[in-house]
């Protein structure tokens, strides 16, 4: 087999949570691309259904769009039952559903902590813990959990304390699922994107030149990339051309982090 060949993903079955739009879209199309049937797990049922047709025309997948809030285990569980009833098993799980606030550590509304963390820590936990169950009845499989160098680092100048922390708990939940679930033939990784144009951006994009030039003169590639760019590690994540890796983080930030 070439080593093309080896990040085919024909006749596996992936979950991209958050897939209707930005990063997880891009993400999608690209699991697509090489072969994969994609179920796209969003709130929003019309963009969910949308981002469906749109993949499974271009690329002739099978695929299916469930609407789904990752924070309300009966909704996962009832997720998972369905793809698992509808393509027999699920072999990737793309956890890339986010959100982010960004207020100062000192006024931030406890209920507005409890938000970021719900969504972005214990809806991945969810998500990972019923795929888990799928996956070590059915063989292993692939878990990626889009965080961010937010996991590391400190943001500048936006502040974003419970962005941060809930980035910095997939980081630890990461390795211990890593470790937990190797025996059944799952491998759990993270992939940490820098700065990536899409609705979470937006707003600065639009409205404060000022703080994304101070985003940007930190990048060694000089721009911010489009959220087409991490499809393509996340098929080599998907596939057996990464088989020998498990509970790695790996940044794609244009040389943000190393500057
Ligand atoms: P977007 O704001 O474009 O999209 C967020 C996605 O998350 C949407 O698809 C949204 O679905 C989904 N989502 C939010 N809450 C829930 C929920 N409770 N249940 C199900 N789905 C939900 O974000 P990005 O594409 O930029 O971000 C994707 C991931 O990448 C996030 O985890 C983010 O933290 C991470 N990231 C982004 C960076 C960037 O610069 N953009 C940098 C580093 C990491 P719906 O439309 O239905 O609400």
């Known amino acids: 087999m070439s080593v093309l060949d080896t990040f085919r993903l ?5 979950i991209i949570t958050g897939g209707n739009r930005g990063i997880g879209k891009g993400i999608a199309r690209a699991l697509a691309e090489a072969g994969a049937d994609i179920v796209v797990a969003n709130r929003d049922a019309d963009s969910g ?3 469906i047709e749109e993949i499974t025309a271009e690329t002739g997948v099978d695929g299916v769009a469930i609407p789904v809030d990752i924070t309300d285990e009966a909704k996962v ?8 009833a509808e393509f027999g098993s ?5 956890n890339n559903a986010g959100i982010t606030y960004n207020v100062r550590a000192e006024q931030m509304e406890l209920d507005d902590w409890e938000r970021v963390i719900d969504i972005n820590l214990t809806g991945v936990f969810l998500c990972a813990k019923h795929v888990g169950i799928d996956m070590i009845e059915n063989d292993g499989g692939s878990i990626i959990n889009i965080s961010s160098i937010s996991a590391y680092i400190a943001n500048h100048p936006q502040p974003q304390v419970g962005y941060n ?5 997939v980081e630890g939940l990461k390795t211990q699922l890593a470790s937990e679930w190797a025996k059944y033939g799952i491998r759990v990784n993270n992939i940490n994107p820098g700065y990536i144009r899409t609705d979470m951006v937006k707003d600065v994009l639009e409205n404060d030149p000022k703080m994304a030039a101070e985003w940007k003169r930190e990048m060694l590639l000089e721009d911010m990339a489009d959220p087409d760019s991490i499809g393509a590690l996340a098929v080599y994540l998907s596939s057996d051309a ?4 498990t509970g790695e983080s790996i940044s794609i930030d244009g040389g943000y982090t190393v500057r």
């Not at 569980?77 to 698992?84: K, P």
């Not at 699920?90 to 793309?94: A, N, P, R, S």
């Not at 922390?165 to 708990?169: E, F, L, N, V």
């Open 242 to 245: 990464s088989w020998y890796m």
């Open 77 to 84: 569980e009832a997720l998972v039952e369905q793809v698992s």
């Open 49 to 51: 259904a949308a981002a």
């Open 90 to 94: 699920i072999d990737i799980l793309v």
């Open 10 to 14: 024909d006749g596996d079955t992936a």
């Open 165 to 169: 922390a809930s980035k910095a708990g």
